[in-house]
């Protein structure tokens, strides 16, 4: 029961309010810009101002009903001002607030890991007071039918097109992995899939091209061989228009500008015609940001927390970093992974550590009845992607065979996970009830 | 509402048979809904009937009493913050269940709808000079009216102002016919500021009183505040369990009553001797209120002793500031009439918005 917090039957009529406005949600990109960075200008005076003007629009009695939810949309990046973590201007804006208390605010990222970061935060303060953090699956959405509230040009409601159709069957590839934005791992995958001759064996894209994987540079015959476009003209679009004008316009506000009631599945060739996805996340667990980078010797690779020290993955030299790394974990899951669940694709996940675990956590299933999925568990991000590609690789070595048996003990759970984002009607969140002292309390199926 | 069974509660009310109050009148082929309608008051406990329990955790003793459905009820009182403290009494004693509260504002519906429009008053006297300041008119004997009686002594108030102090035999001169009419029913020492009651119509003589001044020194009826030092031993010095002096410090109180709203429905400037924040809630629901004429900071004045005495200097720089002849004209400007205009109007139209509950 919440009775109390949208029940005010017997008071002055005119300031009621509908429910929705107690809860009042706050895009951070509202005050920090569009482009997504780690680092943040102060934001303190704005918000704050912001919070005050809303809550002070409520009668003093109602003023404890109001919530401030402070999203940061669709990114699970830490958002850092002053040095420190945003939770340090939401405390102090819940203390110089008249009638606002730290339970009103809360913060939601695409972090599912975020509580964990919250609490060991609230412990190097010595803090007890505390907001709501909560870490959300936004972008579910995209590929949850039940969810949807898309219009096309003439206002319609649209619809999603999926593939319902999961008959065993030879197929001409073993994997997908499609990319655009040229992340290291991205281009890690593009020289581990060439080193182990695998290629050729998957619908394999790399539309746009870095010059930096995570234990090296790319030789310049590596660099020539790139891009590798499989899914773009990129002579009539860029890999971004590609991807969000055509194959994914729910992404973003493109929906707006189809003729079209239904949105057709661009990515039912890659599903029909492979055996799994090569989900190459958007994060491995590691912050983008320039202070991560190596600076010794012009060696440039990537600096990892490892043995309470920060050392360099390639070289291994030691780094000292700023303050807020010591706490930091970031653990996101992108529509990358939501489409292939609608669509019943199997897959091996290059992304942040737990991935496998939190879609059983939040009531998926996953592979390890089909293969390994001990790469899961893996800490460092680059021991954890040898694992994983191990796996492709080997996977790549299956014949059709065992191929048709995979994919008849892979039915069920196919069935399973599409028929659970069929049936959302909310977005998956793990707040503060799902953890104790910030660790996940792991349901697993 | 036929099928709302209200079951009234006053101060009054014979509380520990609440519960069979209810199981009697209760039909279940009639009734979907209970209301405990203690809108008359707002306070935190209820010790007047010796009960040592907060007015919430009586409520939920007396619900389970019944063997009622927990969600058939609403407990309805006249603390502005009801909801407020409500959530925090649940959250501070861990309390599983929920019923419906619901703050009801009585006193303004019961002014509007039972008291005399005595607005015309202002425009009928504005040509004429009135012999004095304020009016302040007092029952009870509570301990800040107590306070206020000995600061208008000493500093010579009195003969600044119209004024009851009815513990000390200091009324208005009544009129043979309204002297008898204040006899009725018997009065004793101990209830004799009972005679005024605040539910109807005053007789004439109260009327004068606003003939004959120009604004309100209002003493408001403070419970949780007056209450205070029993309160204070009870749940402060003395708890039964840490919790409850948790939740008599978060406990928020904003309690208006005929008082304050006569003064606003008669066109009358007040200031306030009220709880915390009275005046920003009551901007909150559209009302001005006279910073144009005093300092109004006492509002935001925490502690209730500090904000006491805050409000007694103030009425003393006001008489001290204006004369006669000042405070006329200032009542009279463009300035405040606007005000008294404006509050005159929101206040009937918001009496409006308000359901009627038979009172």
Redesign the interface.
């Known amino acids: ?5 949208e ?9 009621y309010r509908h429910k929705d406005q107690y809860n009042q949600k706050i895009s951070i990109m509202d005050y920090v810009g569009a482009e997504n960075t780690v680092y943040n200008d102060d934001i303190t005076d704005g918000l704050k101002e912001d919070i005050r003007t809303h809550l ?1 629009s ?4 109602e003023r ?2 109001v919530n401030f939810i402070i999203q940061q949309g669709l990114e699970s990046d830490p958002v850092i001002i002053n040095d420190d973590w945003i939770f340090a201007i939401l405390h102090k804006i819940a203390e110089e607030v008249d009638d606002l208390t730290h339970k009103q605010i809360t913060f939601e990222t695409g972090n599912w890991n975020i509580n964990k970061v919250y609490n060991k935060w609230l412990t190097k303060n010595n803090i007890s007071e505390q907001i709501n953090v909560v870490g959300a699956f936004e972008l579910i959405r995209i590929y949850s039918p039940k969810l949807w509230d898309y219009h096309n040009k003439d206002g319609v409601l649209v619809d999603l097109d999926y593939r319902t159709d999961f008959t065993p069957k030879i197929k001409p590839y073993v994997y997908t992995a499609l990319n655009r934005a040229p992340h290291r791992h991205r281009m890690e995958l593009f020289l581990k899939l060439k080193e182990f001759g695998i290629l050729g064996k998957g619908m394999v894209s790399f539309n746009e091209v870095s010059t930096d994987a995570l234990s090296r540079e790319l030789t310049q015959e590596e660099i020539n061989m790139l891009p590798i476009t499989l899914d773009v003209d990129l002579e009539k679009s860029s890999p971004f228009e590609h991807i969000y004008g055509e194959t994914m316009p729910q992404a973003f506000s493109y929906m707006e500008q189809k003729e079209y009631d239904t949105v057709p599945n661009e990515f039912l060739n890659f599903f029909e015609n492979s055996y799994f996805s090569v989900v190459t996340e958007t994060k491995i667990g590691i912050p983008s940001t320039d202070d991560i980078y190596c600076d010794e010797n012009n060696c440039d690779g990537v600096v990892w927390p490892s043995e309470g020290k920060f050392k360099c993955i390639r070289c291994e030299t030691q780094k000292q970093m700023p303050e807020w790394t010591e706490i930091y974990d970031e653990k996101f899951i992108t529509e990358k992974t939501w489409r292939n669940l609608l669509n019943g694709h199997p897959m091996v996940w290059i992304g942040t550590r737990h991935t496998a675990k939190m879609l059983q956590h939040l009531g998926f299933k996953t592979f390890n009845s089909l293969w390994d999925e001990s790469y899961d568990e893996v800490r460092n991000p680059l021991d954890r992607f040898y694992m994983a590609t191990n796996i492709i690789n080997e996977l790549c070595q299956k014949t059709d065979e065992e191929w048709l048996e995979l994919q008849e003990k892979a039915l069920p759970i196919l069935k399973h996970n599409q028929n659970k984002m069929l049936e959302l009607e909310d977005i998956l969140r793990i707040t503060k009830e799902d953890t104790l002292h910030g660790e996940i309390k792991w349901k697993m199926s | 509402m036929e099928d709302v069974l209200r079951i009234l509660i006053t101060s009054g009310t014979n509380w520990k048979a609440l519960h069979e109050d209810i199981t009697r009148d209760y039909k279940p082929n009639i009734h979907t809904k209970i209301w405990l309608d203690f809108s008359t008051e707002s306070w935190f406990s209820i010790d007047n009937q010796k009960i040592n329990e907060t007015v919430y955790e009586f409520m939920h003793n007396t619900i389970k009493d019944t063997g009622l459905d927990w969600n058939l009820f609403t407990f309805i009182h006249g603390n502005v913050y009801t909801q407020y403290n409500y959530s925090i009494w649940r959250e501070i004693f861990n309390v599983e269940e929920e019923i419906k509260t619901a703050y009801y504002p009585l006193w303004h519906k019961m002014t509007a709808e039972m008291h005399l429009d005595f607005s015309y008053q202002n425009e009928k006297n504005k040509n004429t000079l009135r012999p004095y300041m304020f009016s302040c008119l007092n029952g009870a004997p509570r301990d800040h009216r107590v306070i206020t009686e000995q600061f208008m002594s000493e500093h010579k108030l009195k003969e600044k102002s119209r004024y009851t102090f009815y513990w000390k035999d200091e009324t208005l001169p009544f009129s043979e016919h309204t002297l008898n009419w204040r006899k009725w029913p018997k009065l004793e020492e101990f209830n004799k500021h009972r005679a005024i009651d605040s539910h109807k119509i005053q007789e004439p003589e109260f009327y004068k009183v606003f003939d004959d001044t120009y604004f309100d020194f209002i003493t408001e009826t403070l419970t949780t505040n007056e209450r205070f030092g029993v309160e204070l031993e009870k749940y402060v010095s003395n708890p039964p369990t840490p919790e409850y002096k948790q939740f008599f410090e978060s406990f928020k109180t904003i309690f208006i009553t005929e008082k304050l709203w006569r003064s606003i429905y008669y066109k009358r400037p007040f200031i306030l001797m009220g709880n915390h924040r009275t005046l920003e809630y009551l901007k909150g629901l559209g009302f001005k209120t006279f910073d144009c004429m005093w300092n109004e900071d006492y509002d935001m004045i925490f502690n209730p002793n500090e904000r006491e005495q805050a409000c007694l200097n103030l009425l003393k720089e006001v008489c001290d500031k204006y004369s006669i002849e000042s405070i006329h004209n200032k009542v009279y400007s463009e300035e405040v009439q606007h005000i008294l205009e404006h509050n005159y109007n929101l206040f009937k139209s918001l009496a409006e918005d308000i359901e009627v509950i038979n009172f």
């Open positions: 029961m919440n009775y109390n917090n029940w005010n039957e017997l008071n002055y009529k005119r300031f002070k409520f009668t003093l009695e404890h009903k």
